[in-house]
């Protein structure tokens, strides 16, 4: 559930971003699933192949209780001889890389050291299959994305609903979202965990619309983008990104 404590991590987060936005910085590297990328679907963040192979898991110290997801960065390897010199790659954070408290070495996703488990296609492309663990520099950067920002509707009862948003250009990430039905109310809905966004009511047979804020503080609204006839499952995509 949503509390004051996951707003203020945003905030924190947010200038972090302000801060080190274009800034390289110091980490290490693995990956995870096999070689076409199978095994990374999904994940903390809630995405579901949103964003193909091009993606990662990161450390608790980047995670950020899941304010990171959707953001994006460049990653290049450094100081090792199984890097790919030259090579860099652009991912969008779409999972957790939990640290392991039972391990004495080894312990990459461990707080605070900043980690990226990327997919086994990305981390060929920086680095050597034999090297499993390489370190490199990476940046956050803008986020680009193909047509509107899209949502999917996750669940929902006759009580409550759950919507994911996705394809988040600019910033990535997202610090609030509203939603409107057919009384005309805008009313705030709380993240419930990584990217899945809630409230109460009974939304079935209501033409919804939502405004959504990025962590630049920049808002978009995207009017009567889910018809009354929705089900859960379906996804929609607007007419606008940031």
């Not at 304010?67 to 010199?85: D, L, M, R, V, W």
């Not at 860099?88 to 392991?100: K, L, V, Y």
Request: charged share 15%; aromatic share 14%; proline share 3%.
């Amino acid at each position: 559930m949503a509390s004051s404590s996951l707003m203020v991590g945003y905030f924190t987060f947010m200038a972090i971003v302000l801060l080190a936005w274009g800034q390289y910085q110091d980490a290490r590297a693995t990956f995870y699933g096999d070689a076409s990328g199978g095994g990374t679907d999904g994940g903390a963040c809630g995405y579901y192949k949103d964003y193909g192979v091009q993606t990662a898991a990161l450390s608790t110290a980047l995670f950020q209780d899941g304010a990171a997801c959707g953001s994006c960065y460049e990653i290049y390897c450094t100081n090792s001889q199984f890097c790919k010199n030259g090579k860099s790659i652009r991912i969008t954070a779409t999972n957790f890389c939990p640290p392991n408290y039972t391990k004495s070495h080894d312990i990459w996703c461990n707080p605070p050291q900043k980690h990226f488990d990327l997919t086994q296609p990305m981390f060929l492309q920086i680095a050597e299959y034999r090297a499993g663990v390489v370190p490199v520099k990476f940046r956050r950067i803008g986020c680009s994305a193909s047509g509107g920002v899209r949502l999917r509707i996750a669940n929902a009862n006759n009580n409550w609903i759950l919507v994911i948003v996705y394809n988040v250009a600019g910033a990535g990430t997202i610090s609030g979202v509203k939603i409107k039905g057919n009384d005309g109310t805008w009313r705030q809905m709380t993240r419930n965990w990584g990217v899945n966004y809630q409230t109460g009511g009974n939304w079935y047979g209501q033409s919804m619309s939502f405004q959504i804020t990025a962590t630049d503080g920049r808002t978009i609204e995207v009017d009567y983008l889910v018809p009354g006839s929705w089900q859960v499952g379906q996804s929609f995509q607007g007419n606008t990104n940031f």
